[in-house]
């Protein structure tokens, strides 16, 4: 990985977490993401996002 990469992502992430006021580790996700207007949801087969909406999909053993 090209250096001046890895040191914006580490760079992005203390920031991020900066933002949020983590002071210790864990951290609790469900709380960030609230105060960042993000949404969890559960683990399913079928998502459907909605106009304006981000989403994330993962790969897992194989299976998405």
Do not use: S
């Not at 992502?9 to 002071?23: E, P």
């Not at 399913?44 to 053993?61: C, V």
């Amino acid at each position: 990985m090209d250096y001046d990469i890895y040191r914006h992502a580490r760079d992005m992430a203390w920031q991020f977490l900066i933002d949020n006021n983590v002071a210790e580790l864990p951290v609790k996700l469900t709380e960030i993401c609230r105060n960042n207007g993000y949404r969890l949801l559960l683990d399913t087969k079928h998502i459907f996002l909605g106009a304006g909406d981000r989403g994330a999909t993962f790969l897992k053993d194989g299976q998405w």
